[in-house]
């Protein structure tokens, strides 16, 4: 588990650092957020179609490490193919290295049953990697951004990339037990089946997906958000970092608790906390209070991590889990890009602050929608 924590809080870190880098990359040579949110939906969407192949491959395969590793280095040739690379390549670059982003998340996440005696605990302290990852990426970018360049931080993502996957290659993942597998195409209808049809899963899966999707019209208003309060746009990940500092308090001060709830009810509680939070952002004209309220979104979003890793191992046997867990990554990501690509063109006519008001208003909606999917259909009694 320690080497997997090496491994996995590598990939993350520079993972999520991409989302604030490359978009402060594309506004410093074009000051257009159109190309911002149109490179950040480019890196995501390919995941959509992946994610579920992947995770069908990884659930069967006796080696996944290769292909978590294959990430990092194609993520790490991308990133310095941006560096430089003319503008209008940055889509292109970023769509080549979003082909394997689910296992960043979702490839990594399905190893902890295989690799941890304490479960439980193990997925309580991938969360907080996560969220540690979080804080420090956005960070991390945002001061590269601002003390050199946005190309000096995307060089820190090939170079962090990199790294973790050197240190994923020395992983040694037990193999899952000899049996006869189906084909990856009956594998992957099962699993999509299985994250269709179990209530439970399917409401946390539609919840966090929506929730996550209206957060990518965040990632594109925000810079231009700060500006508008008279901040350099490089503070964006200051923000998002607080954000995260908010998410590790919560996690530490619930996840003993965690355990007893129903994982599903604690991602609508919280995501629909999240946009409550969130509608407060654009009352303030001052960046401090900004950052009080970023830590207090993070506080209300702090548990969803956890409980939507949760809800994915409790109600899914261990054949599909690393499918699940890929799809699972695969339909955020894709919700994100969208929201991405959307929040760009709303810009274009919008303030930002409306949009950041629409973001904390399709929190609301993915609660309420989750919850809705997350009821049992119930049987139609047979006519006599």
């Known amino acids: 588990m320690v080497r997997y924590l090496w491994s996995a809080g590598l990939a993350r870190l520079a993972d999520e650092m991409v989302a604030v880098a490359v978009v402060l990359l594309a506004l410093a040579r074009t000051d257009s957020p159109l190309l911002s949110g149109a490179v950040i939906a480019a890196y995501t969407v390919p995941s959509i179609l992946s994610g579920p192949l992947l995770g069908a491959w990884l659930d069967r395969t006796r080696r996944p490490v290769s292909a978590l590793a294959a990430n990092q280095f194609v993520l790490s040739a991308m990133a310095l193919a941006m560096v430089f690379a003319p503008a209008p390549w940055l889509v292109a670059a970023a769509f080549v290295a979003g082909i394997t982003l689910p296992m960043t998340s979702g490839g990594f996440t399905s190893l902890v049953p295989r690799l941890a005696t304490d479960v439980h605990a193990a997925t309580s302290q991938d969360a907080l990697l996560f969220n540690a990852a979080a804080i420090g990426g956005p960070a991390l970018a945002a001061v590269l951004s601002t003390a050199a360049s946005p190309a000096v931080a995307v060089a820190a993502v090939a170079a962090l990339s990199s790294a973790g996957g050197l240190c994923t290659i020395t992983l040694s993942v037990p193999p899952h037990p000899p049996g006869e597998h189906q084909s990856l195409r009956s594998a992957m209808k099962r699993g999509l089946r299985h994250l269709a049809t ?23 208003a925000l810079p231009l958000h700060l500006g508008a309060l008279g901040v350099d746009e490089n503070q964006t990940g200051i923000v998002w970092a607080a954000v995260e500092v908010g998410c590790v308090a919560s996690i530490l001060a619930v996840r003993r608790r965690l355990p007893r709830w129903r994982p599903e009810r604690v991602v609508f509680t919280t995501v629909a906390l999240y946009g409550v939070t969130l509608a407060l952002w654009p009352v303030t004209a001052h960046f401090p209070v900004l950052l009080g309220l970023a830590v207090l979104s993070g506080v209300a979003q702090g548990p969803t991590l956890t409980a939507t890793i949760t809800a994915r191992r409790r109600y899914t046997p261990e054949g599909l889990l690393g499918q699940v867990s890929t799809t699972g990554a695969s339909l955020k990501t894709g919700a994100f890009a969208a929201g991405a690509a959307g929040g760009g063109a709303l810009l274009t006519a919008w303030h930002p602050a409306v949009v950041i008001l629409l973001v904390a208003v399709g929190q609301l909606v993915a609660a309420t929608l989750g919850a809705a999917a997350a009821r049992p259909k119930r049987a139609v009694p047979a006519t006599p």
Do not use: E, F, N
């Open 198 to 220: 179990t209530p439970p899963l399917r409401g946390a899966t539609v919840a966090s997906v929506v929730g996550y999707g209206s957060v990518g019209m965040l990632v594109t």
